[in-house]
C-alpha cells in the first residue's frame, strides 16, 4: 500500500530554486510490467530516477538536492522513509543516495507553519525528465556523473520503446518465442556510453551491465557480470541467463 507522510521541500542545486516533492511513508512497488532493461509499465512507484529539470534550464536529480524542509501530512503521526523505499523509488541509483546519506549527514528544519496552512505557498513539483526530451539534456553535456548515468539509463529504456510494441504483439501470436532484435546505431552508442559510465563507477551494477552487454550482442561479458550479481536479483538475473542461454540478445518482459 502507498502512504505519503508529507511534502519535502527541496532546494536544486543549479540555482537554488525550492521545489516540493512527495514524501512517502511506504511504496507499493507493483506494475503490469517488468523488463530486463529495468523498465516497467503501469507502475504504482516513481521509474524515472528524480530526474528534474529546473525552470532556469538545469537539471538535477531531486534525490541529491538538498532537503530544507519538511510538511507533514499528520502531524500526530510522521513516518520516515525506510532505506528500503528511497532504493526501490529511485531504481538503480538509490543504493548510491542510501549510503551518501549516510557519509553527509544534512540538518532538516521544519518549514514556517504558514507553508503547512496555506497550500497555494507551497512551491511547485519539478518537471519531470522524460521522452525525447532526454536527448536534448544529453546534448546539454551535463558534467554531473550520477545524473549523466540517469539521463543516459532513461534513454536507453525510452529508446527500447518501440521494440516493447513489438514484442507484446508478437507475444500475443506466439507464446513461446521472441520477436527479431536488432540494436539501432543510436541505441547502440547510448548503450555503450552508458556501460562505460557505469564501469567507472564507484558502486558498479553487475545486473545492468550484464543487462547492457546481453543486449549489445557481448553474451561472454554479459555472463561475467552476471556471474557477480547479488543474491536479491536472483530472478532478474535466472531470466537474464536463460536468454542467454537461448542465443537470445533482445529485452524480455518477466514478473516477480
Known sequence: MTRIAGTNIIKAPC?????STTAFASINFMAGEHWT???TENSLSQSD????RCTCGGYFLS????????????TDHQEEQTEYSISRIFGKIGKLLIAEDKAKPQTIRKLPSQWAANETVIPPMAKSVTGAAIAE??????????LLIQARRLYWQYLNNQF????????????????SYAPSAAQMDNMTLLAALLEDHDMVDELELGELYREMG??????????????EDRKLCEMQLSLLE???SGLARFKY
Not at 540555482?15 to 521545489?19: I, P, T
Not at 539534456?137 to 550520477?146: A, E, G, T
Not at 514484442?167 to 513461446?176: C, N, P, Q, S, T
Request: positive net charge; hydrophobic residues 30%.
Open 15 to 19: 540555482c537554488g530554486a525550492l521545489y
Open 37 to 39: 532493461d529495468g523498465a
Open 49 to 52: 530516477g528524480g530526474l528534474r
Open 63 to 74: 534525490g541529491y538536492a538538498e532537503r530544507v524542509g519538511f510538511i507533514p501530512k499528520n
Open 137 to 146: 539534456l544529453l546534448d546539454s553535456k551535463p558534467q554531473n556523473k550520477n
Open 164 to 179: 516493447r510494441d513489438k514484442y507484446r504483439a508478437h507475444r500475443e501470436i506466439h507464446k513461446d518465442s521472441f520477436p
Open 218 to 231: 557481448q553474451p561472454l561479458k554479459a555472463r561475467a557480470k552476471l556471474a557477480k550479481a547479488d543474491e
Open 246 to 248: 537461448m542465443g537470445y
